[in-house]
């Protein structure tokens, strides 16, 4: 919430478009919830959510933060 207003207050965005994993999609919607019955209504119709999801791949490990993915060493 804090994060929300500070960027709001400093850039006047015209839409924020927020790129964050699935698991993050009902903290999203109660933030905007929680700003428009705050009074910033504006604000909160301009906050956009765009879910990614992870996807499984055998014998790999993926990382959302770093956006890339290891193989394990295989032994041969």
Do not use: C
């Not at 699935?22 to 903290?27: D, G, I, R, Y």
């Not at 919830?33 to 499984?56: D, F, P, Q, R, T």
């Amino acid at each position: 919430m804090a994060y929300a207003l500070w960027f709001w207050s400093n850039f006047k965005f015209d839409k924020l478009i927020r790129v964050i994993g699935s698991e993050q999609a009902h903290p999203q919607a109660q933030l905007k919830l929680a700003l428009y019955a705050m009074g910033y209504h504006e604000m909160a119709m301009k906050l956009i959510h765009y879910s990614y999801e992870m996807v499984n791949l055998a014998g790999t490990k993926m990382s959302g933060r770093r956006g890339g993915f290891t193989y394990p060493l295989m032994s041969y």
